[in-house]
C-alpha cells in the first residue's frame, strides 16, 4: 500500500472529473473494492469510502480491483508503454528509429505506438525525436565542443540537415554556440492606426515584429531581448516589409507570408503554424487550437504557446479568442486585439468583449 498525500486536493480532482489527473493517482473505493481513474463518470462515492493510491499497482496490492468502466489499469499501461518508448528515443535519438523499431520495444504495432504517443505526448515520435536531437546538439556546443562533432553526435547525418532544423535555435549553429554574439538585427519602426510597430530582420527572416504606443520602448526591448547581437537601424532596407504591414494596419489584406527567423519548441511550432492558417476575418478558440494540436486538454499549454509569440499578425495570435467568443489577452493590449479583429471582420467580434 502507497498513500497519497495532499487528499484533499485529490478529492476536488475526483468531485471535478479532472482528465488533467487520469495517470497521477487512482481512488479506491472501500464498499465496492474498486479503483477507479479520477475522471471516472461513475456516481461519485462518499469521502468517508474513498482511499487514494499513486499507482493501479498499490490500489491492486491493497485488494482493489480495477473499474470496469474507466479501466485504470489499462491507461496506466498506456502510459508506462509511451514513457519507455519516450526514454528509448532519448537514448538512441542519434539513430535512425522507425515506428516499428519503437513498437518493438513495448510490444505494441506501430499503429498504436503513433497514436498513443501522440494523444499522451502531444507530437509524433519523429517530431519528438527531432526535439531531442536539437536538445543533444544544444548540449554540444553550449559546452565548448565543435559543431562538427556535436551535429554527427546527435544524429545529424549532414550539414544540410542541421541548418533545415536550425531555425528552432533562433540562430545558425555556431552562432547559438557564441550566444549570438556576431549576429545582426536590423530594425525600423512606424506609425500605424493601430500604434506603434517595430519590425526586426536578420540576414534569414523577420524575427520580431511588436506593437506599442511608444516606439522607442519598443527599441529597448528589442535591445535587452537580444543583447548579445549587433542592432542597427535601416528604414530603407525594411521598406518592402514594412510596406506590406503599413497595408494590413491601414484596413487591407495583403499577404503577410514572409520570411521568419525565430525560436520555436516542437509544440510551440505546431500550435504557431495553426495560428497562420486561421482564415483573414475568422477567430478560433484556444480549446479548438488545442484539439487541432492534438493535446485537447492542453488548452493552457496553448495559451502559453500563443503568448510566447515573437511576430505579431505575421502568426495572427490576435485571432484566437475564448470558446464563448470573448476576448482573452493579448501580448500587445487587448484593446488592440478587439481593434485588428474589428477591422478584419470577424464574425465572433460583435459578440466578443473585451476584459481589461
Request: hydrophobic share 35%; aromatic share 8%; net charge positive.
Amino acid at each position: 500500500m502507497k498513500p497519497v498525500a495532499n487528499q484533499i486536493r485529490l478529492w476536488r480532482r475526483v468531485l471535478e472529473r479532472d482528465e488533467r489527473a487520469d495517470g497521477k493517482f487512482v481512488y479506491a473505493v472501500r464498499t465496492t473494492g474498486i479503483y477507479c481513474r479520477p475522471s471516472c463518470p461513475s456516481r461519485r462515492p462518499k469521502r468517508g469510502s474513498v482511499e487514494f493510491y499513486s499507482a493501479p499497482r498499490h490500489a491492486e496490492k491493497a485488494g482493489y480491483r480495477p473499474c470496469k468502466r474507466c479501466e485504470p489499469h489499462r491507461l496506466a499501461r498506456q502510459h508506462a508503454a509511451v514513457l519507455a518508448v519516450c526514454r528509448y528515443i532519448d537514448t538512441h535519438c542519434d539513430q535512425r528509429l522507425t515506428l516499428k523499431t519503437l513498437a518493438h520495444q513495448v510490444a505494441l504495432s506501430p499503429f498504436h505506438v503513433q497514436r498513443l504517443f501522440k494523444k499522451i505526448v502531444g507530437i509524433s515520435p519523429r517530431e519528438y525525436q527531432e526535439t531531442r536531437r536539437l536538445a543533444r546538439f544544444k548540449r554540444g556546443v553550449g559546452s565548448g565542443a565543435p559543431i562538427a562533432d556535436a551535429m554527427f553526435d546527435s544524429g545529424f547525418g549532414s550539414s544540410s540537415r542541421l541548418y533545415e532544423k536550425a531555425a528552432q535555435l533562433g540562430m545558425s549553429p555556431a552562432r547559438y554556440r557564441n550566444k549570438g554574439a556576431g549576429m545582426t538585427i536590423t530594425y525600423t519602426t512606424f506609425a500605424s492606426p493601430h500604434g506603434h510597430v517595430l519590425l526586426g530582420v536578420t540576414e534569414r527572416g523577420i524575427c520580431k515584429v511588436s506593437l506599442g504606443a511608444n516606439a522607442r520602448q519598443l527599441e529597448a526591448e528589442l535591445r535587452a531581448e537580444f543583447s548579445a547581437t549587433v542592432i542597427k537601424r535601416s528604414d530603407q532596407r525594411l521598406r518592402g516589409y514594412a510596406h506590406r504591414l503599413r497595408r494590413y494596419l491601414a484596413g487591407g489584406n495583403p499577404d503577410l507570408n514572409l520570411p521568419l527567423d525565430i525560436r520555436a519548441t516542437a509544440f510551440q511550432r505546431k500550435v504557431w503554424n495553426i495560428l497562420k492558417s486561421i482564415p483573414y476575418g475568422a477567430t478560433r478558440s484556444y480549446s479548438e487550437i488545442a484539439q487541432r494540436a492534438g493535446k485537447p486538454r492542453a488548452v493552457r499549454a496553448v495559451a502559453g504557446a500563443i503568448a510566447s509569440n515573437p511576430v505579431a499578425l505575421l502568426i495572427p495570435c490576435h485571432r484566437v479568442v475564448r470558446k464563448n467568443g470573448e476576448l482573452a489577452g493579448y501580448r500587445w493590449g487587448i484593446a488592440r486585439k478587439a481593434a485588428l479583429l474589428a477591422q478584419e471582420g470577424s464574425g465572433g467580434i460583435t459578440r466578443a468583449k473585451a476584459r481589461t
